[in-house]
T-cell receptor, first 114, second 109 residues
Framework: NAGVTQTPKFRILKIGQSMTLQCTQD?????MYWYRQDPGMGLKLIYY???????DKGEVPNGYNVSRSTTEDFPLRLELAAPSQTSVYFC?????????????FGPGTRLLVL | KNEVEQSPQNLTAQEGEFITINCSYS?????LHWLQQHPGGGIVSLFM???GKKKHGRLIATINIQEKHSSLHITASHPRDSAVYIC???????????FGKGTKLSVKP
């Protein structure tokens, strides 16, 4: 099993550009999450999904969109990139709700917006 | 005030030392997680606990729900233990995790 995979590993965007961060898991987990990690700060939840077709906002959703058309995939869309979105993005999945189940993390995507 | 506080922020130890990292939280929870973030950035889950103590190899995690406090201990520390250790609690909206800022551990040979 590959676990949770993310692409790309690193990307530089210009202000105003758009991109999609890809996330795929092969563990048949219902729950998936997107976090961002800023230097010196704890991970912050952007969006999460409890199953295909169901998504909900986390703590810091502004500037992002998600979709969940399959159990395996949970892409994160940045529509108009801003310097404040420079961060490291982690996708994660769990069998049940994060609080009560082990979370499995992808390797991260480092995004730089200039 | 952060809902999850970790101490110390940074910790340097000599190989073989006993290490303790602390986590205090201010919200009601039913589970607490300890995670390890490798120097390369990858994050792995070490423990999830809701009471008492758990042990895995040289790592021991304890929690006191009444005092809202948890500790992560590393016995006989080794340079390969060098990483950032993150505490998280399920006190967020819909039971999602709230993360501490992490403790950066460096173990010198």
């Amino acid at each position: 099993n590959a676990g949770v995979t993310q692409t790309p590993k690193f990307r530089i965007l210009k202000i105003g550009q758009s991109m999609t961060l890809q996330c795929t898991q092969d563990m048949n987990h219902n729950y998936m999450y997107w976090y961002r990690q800023d230097p010196g700060m704890g991970l912050k939840l952007i969006y999460y999904s409890v199953g295909a077709g169901i998504t909900d906002k986390g703590e810091v959703p502004n500037g992002y969109n998600v979709s969940r058309s399959t159990t395996e995939d949970f892409p994160l869309r940045l529509e108009l990139a801003a310097p404040s979105q420079t961060s490291v993005y982690f996708c994660a999945s769990s069998r049940g709700l994060a609080g009560r189940e082990t979370q499995y993390f992808g390797p991260g995507t480092r995004l730089l917006v200039l | 005030k952060n809902e999850v506080e970790q101490s110390p922020q940074n910790l340097t130890a000599q190989e073989g030392e006993f290490i303790t990292i602390n986590c205090s939280y201010s919200v009601g929870i039913s589970a607490l997680h300890w995670l390890q973030q490798h120097p390369g950035g990858g994050i792995v889950s070490l423990f999830m606990l809701s009471s008492g103590k758990k042990k895995h190899g040289r790592l021991i995690a304890t929690i006191n729900i009444q005092e809202k406090h948890s500790s992560l201990h590393i016995t006989a520390s080794h340079p390969r233990d060098s990483a950032v250790y993150i505490c998280a609690v399920n006190g967020g909206s819909q039971g999602n995790l709230i993360f501490g800022k992490g403790t950066k551990l460096s173990v010198k040979p």
